[in-house]
């Protein structure tokens, strides 16, 4: 059932370009491509026996869930022995309103003498289903028409559904908080975080207010947070009281007016600022800090689309379409966020699904095991091999020392292979023997992947370098023994601090740690670094005489937010210890922080 992947959602929530009539037909002529749904190759001449379906996608190539609705599509698709021809056009809607555009659209099909030469129209999302409704009559006449990721098709009127059948996008979320409730037997408290971004996002709201409400309100507390600003949401998340649980109703907040959090910073903010378990109905926060939910996919709309196509065109014309269908869901959880919160997983339902499974530690490394197993029996075949061919060969003293020399010469040298064995599994390491954070090679590594893939994806990152205050001083006073054991204290507090899976947290040396923060700008790598801070002053330090010492951290804070910003590990690395030492000779137990934008 591990069928997700972790990934980065693109933000989208750039500025709206202008819209004029050239930037327009540039775009929609290079948005149609035909791309056969069951062959390698694209068709040109075309049986009479070929169906041709056209598949108008409301985003754009990229779109996390839109692209996810064309694979499930094309793999449900490809099954088919009938040769289909599959094609393909982007809206674009997230960046041109659909108003402003549709009918250049509508006029690039005639020039291209697209219409009326499909058997069957797939849509995607709102935006498509309206274009492909107003210009039914007109493009696409007498084609059936088949919709996917529509909350409630049945609040249609009838005139705009004639010829139409789909997959509901209709989240059942009363089912999915039930479970969510199983899993937390103790919850006296439920809070629901939603914003009223637009009518779908509203009518989401008004149903949850009016319908599921009335069925949990008698035994449990109900919190509904409609259209929070981002303080006023963190004020009240970060105090919480006990035995609480929060959903995350929408897939995007606002972080102010005109700008939005991405899906997985939108995931992120609810799981940083609350201890409680943060449930959600959306796959696109699944791996960004949110325990899991009862989540419809786009690629299960997508592939139940194309299941309904294929029943279309298998049966004879004029027949009566299949009826609506309800979009499959399937419950998928996080195992770090289980393990987190003490889950047990006996009470998740018959087919879950995981995301960031640990695997065994046979698993994870055989190889290794296998290799050193293999070098065992080989040294040990080779010294019993030895030990025959020398009880046979006792002629004489000279062939007897002779024999000796060879075994020592040969023992040395299995030794040596022996310590080479061991020093490559000790660079191979990846964890810091003290604190059991990653150590300074591996970070250096990631550092370096993590920073491309930042600049090719568009996302933000943010590096903290902390230290602690007069480190030479406390060691001189406390000792090695004391020293050691605050040092691991002090990375507990910051792998408590720095829950997200996607967090790199390091130890390097005498007192010194780093925390790579992906897909965090420097607002919400702030409220992390003052956190950390926050609970290093709860920390009681004591040593073996119950002397209380007092620890704190100068903490230098580099965010790269520009996508075109020439930094690497080097430079950053450089920069961010910079703002450290700034700290520290600011009097300690500070925060220094940039953004690097050049």
């Known amino acids: 059932m591990n069928f997700y992947r972790r990934m980065r959602t693109q933000d989208h929530s750039e500025k709206k370009r202008p819209h004029t009539f050239i930037c327009i037909l540039f775009f929609l002529s290079h948005s149609f491509v035909l791309i056969p749904a069951a062959q390698s190759e694209e068709i040109h001449d075309t049986s009479p026996h070929e169906k041709n379906i056209l598949f108008i996608n409301s985003y754009h190539r990229g779109d996390f869930w839109g692209d996810a609705v064309e694979n499930g599509l094309r793999d449900k698709l490809s099954t088919s022995p009938m040769p289909i021809t599959l094609s393909i056009t982007y809206l674009d809607t997230l960046q041109h309103p659909l108003e402003a555009i549709q009918e250049n659209i509508a006029e690039l099909f005639k020039l291209k003498k697209m219409t009326s030469s499909f058997d069957l129209i797939v849509v995607s999302d709102e935006s498509a289903f309206h274009f492909a409704r107003h210009y039914q009559n007109e493009l696409f006449k007498d084609a059936p028409?088949?919709?996917?990721?529509?909350?409630?098709?049945?609040?249609?009127?009838?005139?705009?559904?004639?010829?139409?059948?789909?997959?509901?996008?209709?989240?059942?979320?009363?089912?999915?908080?039930?479970?969510?409730?199983?899993?937390?037997?103790?919850?006296?408290?439920?809070?629901?975080?939603?914003?009223?971004?637009?009518?779908?996002?509203?009518?989401?709201?008004?149903?949850?207010?009016?319908?599921?409400?009335?069925?949990?309100?008698?035994?449990?507390?109900?919190?509904?947070?409609?259209?929070?600003?981002?303080?006023?949401?963190?004020?009240?998340?970060?105090?919480?009281?006990?035995?609480?649980?929060?959903?995350?109703?929408?897939?995007?907040?606002?972080?102010?007016?005109?700008?939005?959090?991405?899906?997985?910073?939108?995931?992120?903010?609810?799981?940083?600022?609350?201890?409680?378990?943060v449930y959600t109905f959306w796959d696109s926060?699944?791996?960004?800090?949110?325990?899991?939910?009862?989540?419809?996919?786009?690629?299960?709309?997508?592939?139940?689309?194309?299941?309904?196509?294929?029943?279309?065109?298998?049966?004879?014309?004029?027949?009566?379409?299949?009826?609506?269908?309800?979009?499959?869901?399937?419950?998928?959880?996080?195992?770090?966020?289980?393990?987190?919160?003490?889950?047990?997983?006996?009470?998740?339902?018959?087919?879950?699904?995981?995301?960031?499974?640990?695997?065994?530690?046979?698993?994870?490394?055989?190889?290794?095991?296998?290799?050193?197993?293999?070098?065992?029996?080989?040294?040990?075949?080779?010294?019993?091999?030895?030990?025959?061919?020398?009880?046979?060969?006792?002629?004489?003293?000279?062939?007897?020392?002779?024999?000796?020399?060879?075994?020592?010469?040969?023992?040395?040298?299995?030794?040596?292979?022996?310590?080479?064995?061991?020093?490559?599994?000790?660079?191979?390491?990846?964890?810091?023997?003290?604190?059991?954070?990653?150590?300074?090679?591996?970070?250096?590594?990631m550092l370096v992947k993590e920073l491309r893939r930042?600049?090719?994806?568009?996302?933000?990152?943010?590096?903290?370098?902390?230290?602690?205050?007069?480190?030479?001083?406390?060691?001189?006073?406390?000792?090695?023994?004391?020293?050691?054991?605050?040092?691991?204290?002090?990375?507990?507090?910051?792998?408590?601090?720095?829950?997200?899976?996607?967090?790199?947290?390091a130890y390097f040396e005498k007192g010194h740690f780093a925390i790579l923060l992906p897909h965090t700008n420097k607002l919400n790598a702030l409220v992390v670094a003052e956190r950390l801070q926050n609970n290093i002053r709860q920390q009681q330090f004591t040593s073996h005489t119950l002397e209380k010492s007092k620890i704190t951290l100068s903490i230098g804070v580099s965010s790269l937010e520009d996508p075109h910003a020439k930094m690497n590990s080097e430079s950053i690395l450089k920069t961010t210890d910079a703002l450290r030492l700034e700290a520290e000779q600011q009097g300690g137990n500070r925060i220094c922080s940039d953004i690097q934008d050049s």
């Open 454 to 505: 930042t600049i090719r994806h568009n996302n933000p990152v943010t590096l903290l370098l902390l230290s602690f205050d007069n480190y030479s001083s406390y060691l001189h006073h406390f000792g090695n023994e004391i020293t050691r054991r605050h040092v691991r204290q002090v990375g507990i507090l910051i792998a408590e601090t720095c829950q997200r899976s996607s967090d790199l947290l």
């Open 285 to 445: 926060h699944l791996g960004h800090g949110v325990v899991g939910g009862l989540i419809i996919t786009g690629y299960h709309q997508g592939k139940a689309a194309g299941q309904l196509a294929l029943q279309i065109l298998e049966t004879e014309q004029n027949t009566p379409l299949p009826k609506e269908k309800t979009a499959p869901a399937v419950y998928v959880v996080d195992q770090e966020m289980i393990d987190k919160y003490g889950i047990d997983k006996g009470l998740l339902p018959e087919g879950a699904g995981f995301i960031n499974e640990k695997k065994p530690i046979w698993e994870e490394y055989k190889y290794e095991v296998v290799s050193c197993i293999a070098i065992f029996f080989t040294l040990i075949s080779f010294i019993l091999s030895f030990l025959l061919f020398t009880r046979r060969q006792k002629e004489t003293i000279i062939q007897i020392n002779g024999e000796k020399t060879e075994l020592t010469h040969a023992l040395d040298l299995n030794q040596e292979s022996l310590q080479d064995i061991t020093q490559h599994l000790e660079e191979v390491s990846t964890l810091d023997d003290l604190t059991g954070l990653s150590n300074k090679r591996y970070f250096n590594e």
């Open 145 to 277: 028409l088949i919709y996917a990721s529509l909350f409630e098709p049945s609040s249609y009127p009838s005139s705009m559904t004639k010829n139409t059948t789909g997959i509901s996008q209709k989240t059942d979320y009363q089912t999915g908080i039930e479970i969510a409730l199983s899993l937390h037997p103790n919850t006296e408290h439920l809070y629901f975080i939603g914003q009223s971004l637009d009518e779908k996002n509203s009518h989401q709201m008004t149903y949850l207010k009016e319908s599921l409400l009335p069925l949990f309100e008698k035994k449990y507390s109900m919190n509904i947070i409609n259209d929070p600003s981002q303080e006023a949401l963190y004020n009240t998340l970060s105090h919480l009281p006990k035995n609480s649980l929060v959903f995350a109703l929408n897939e995007r907040l606002r972080k102010k007016e005109g700008s939005d959090f991405t899906p997985a910073e939108t995931a992120r903010f609810l799981s940083s600022v609350t201890p409680h378990p």
